[in-house]
Nanobody, 121 residues
Framework: QVQLVESGGGLVQPGGSLRLACAGS????????MGWYRQAPGKQRELVAVITDGGGTNYADSVKGRFTISRDNAANTGYLQMNSLKPEDTAVYYC???????????????WGQGTQVTVSS
């Protein structure tokens, strides 16, 4: 089994920063793409940023220039550095990863439980 556990959420003032982490544990041979999604109350879950196993990245237009996604492949951990936070960034942030449990396994998509980010003065 594989688990993804997010951490680093919390309450921050507008203009502040937070760093989210997503730690994978269990039977993991490799992780292909890792992504961060968010869901605000009454809204659909949306992609925030994604990073491939090769380090290629893609961001939602709303966070470009403010958020940075990264990963530590040896630690099976992904990160989302969030700077210049705005009230509209308030949401539950979810980690997503495409995991291979064995070298011969197909990829399986896993989600973390989510971490709340609240941007408010």
């Amino acid at each position: 089994q594989v688990q993804l556990v997010e951490s680093g959420g919390g309450l921050v003032q507008p203009g502040g920063s937070l760093r989210l982490a997503c730690a994978g544990s269990g039977t993991i041979f490799s992780i292909d793409a890792m992504g961060w999604y968010r869901q605000a109350p009454g809204k659909q879950r949306e992609l925030v940023a994604v990073i491939t196993d090769g380090g290629g990245t893609n961001y939602a237009d709303s966070v470009k220039g403010r958020f940075t996604i990264s990963r530590d492949n040896a630690a099976n951990t992904g990160y989302l550095q969030m700077n210049s936070l705005k009230p509209e960034d308030t949401a539950v942030y979810y980690c997503n990863a495409e995991v291979r449990s064995r070298w011969y396994s197909h990829r399986v998509n896993y989600w973390g439980q989510g971490t709340q980010v609240t941007v408010s003065s």
